[in-house]
């Protein structure tokens, strides 16, 4: 894939109006900046202030903290897996998770595209070797769901492949929840002229160009499939064993402060504290695919 070619103007629908984003131009277009946090249903007019969010957070912090000494304690599990469109935000999100816990029991896993010896075994089995052990805290930056959203769009999994993935991961993932692993599945949904904000934010900072790919680029004008693959796996893979929590996420910091608040309030844990924890906010956290609107 030529990364340079696909640097190109690229014609996007958004709102049923057809524009023309040059990810090149050092400005970003009227049309995205006025339209960015609201995009998507946004629920709130401004972004968290910078310091009510590091304040409530270093609270959040306090807790996983106590969080892993409780599951060194008692040998619990703990695993999450995030997903959303590209520029969502999961990395942040697990960033501000993962901050001030123990690094050697506490992990981020983030796979790189299968090997040849991945791509012929069982489609979870290079997933599975990478689930908590005793006293471990696992979060998935993206996990099997790839089959659900990018490899049907970018044509990387056969319509058999897909379909046979729908039809398996929820008997996959009651087996998750029968051997009593804390299991939390979280959608980060953001608007379309957020992500082509941060696209764009992206391309124009030298720290986190890197974080641009040529996929991302490629996958521009394919959001209404990735809309109609995401309903479908919310719907279809939404389940009592292992329900989807959805992140309205258009501002990284309210769905970072939102996201832990709900690991911390369904985990019973020595030492909790409920007023330190806080309120769920409930225009940025809902349960299932429901709370797309």
């Known amino acids: 894939m030529d990364s340079d070619m696909l640097m ?4 996007v629908k958004v709102r049923g109006e ?4 040059d990810i090149e131009e050092p400005v970003l277009p009227d049309w995205i900046e006025d339209n960015a946090l609201q995009s998507g249903g946004f629920p709130h007019d401004k972004k968290l202030r910078q310091q009510t969010y590091e304040e409530e957070l270093t609270l ?4 996983l903290v106590k969080v892993q000494f409780w599951m060194q304690k008692t040998g619990q599990r703990v695993m999450a897996l995030l997903e959303g469109r590209d520029a969502a935000g999961k990395g942040g999100a697990i960033h501000a998770t993962l901050s001030y816990m123990n690094p050697r029991s506490a992990r981020v896993v983030a796979l790189t595209k299968p090997t040849e010896t991945e791509r012929g075994q069982w489609y979870f ?3 599975v070797s990478h689930f908590p052990t005793a006293g471990e805290f696992v979060l998935f930056d993206r996990s099997w769901y790839n089959r659900a959203g990018v490899e049907p ?3 990387f999994c056969t319509p058999e492949q897909y379909e046979g993935f729908l039809d398996q991961v929820p008997r996959f993932e009651k087996l998750i929840q029968l051997e009593g692993i804390k299991f939390f599945k979280f959608w980060l949904d953001i608007g379309q002229e957020m992500q082509l904000k941060r696209f764009h934010d992206r391309r124009h900072d030298p720290l986190k160009c ?3 790919s040529p996929m991302d680029i490629a996958a521009l004008n394919k959001w209404d499939e990735y809309t109609e693959k ?5 719907k279809e893979t939404h389940t009592e064993r292992a329900p989807w929590t959805v992140l309205h ?11 832990i608040r709900h690991i911390l309030k369904s985990l019973d844990y020595d030492g909790k504290d409920e007023d330190r924890i806080g309120k769920l906010d409930k225009k940025i956290i809902g349960n299932g695919p429901g709370f797309l609107g």
């Open 60 to 63: 959040l912090q306090m807790e």
């Open 249 to 259: 996420a258009n501002d990284k910091r309210r769905a970072r402060l939102n996201m």
């Open 18 to 21: 057809t524009h023309v984003f």
């Open 125 to 127: 089995q290079r997933y």
């Open 8 to 11: 190109r103007p690229a014609t």
């Open 153 to 155: 769009v970018m044509g």
């Open 210 to 212: 890197w974080k641009l």
């Open 230 to 234: 995401r309903d479908r796996m919310l």
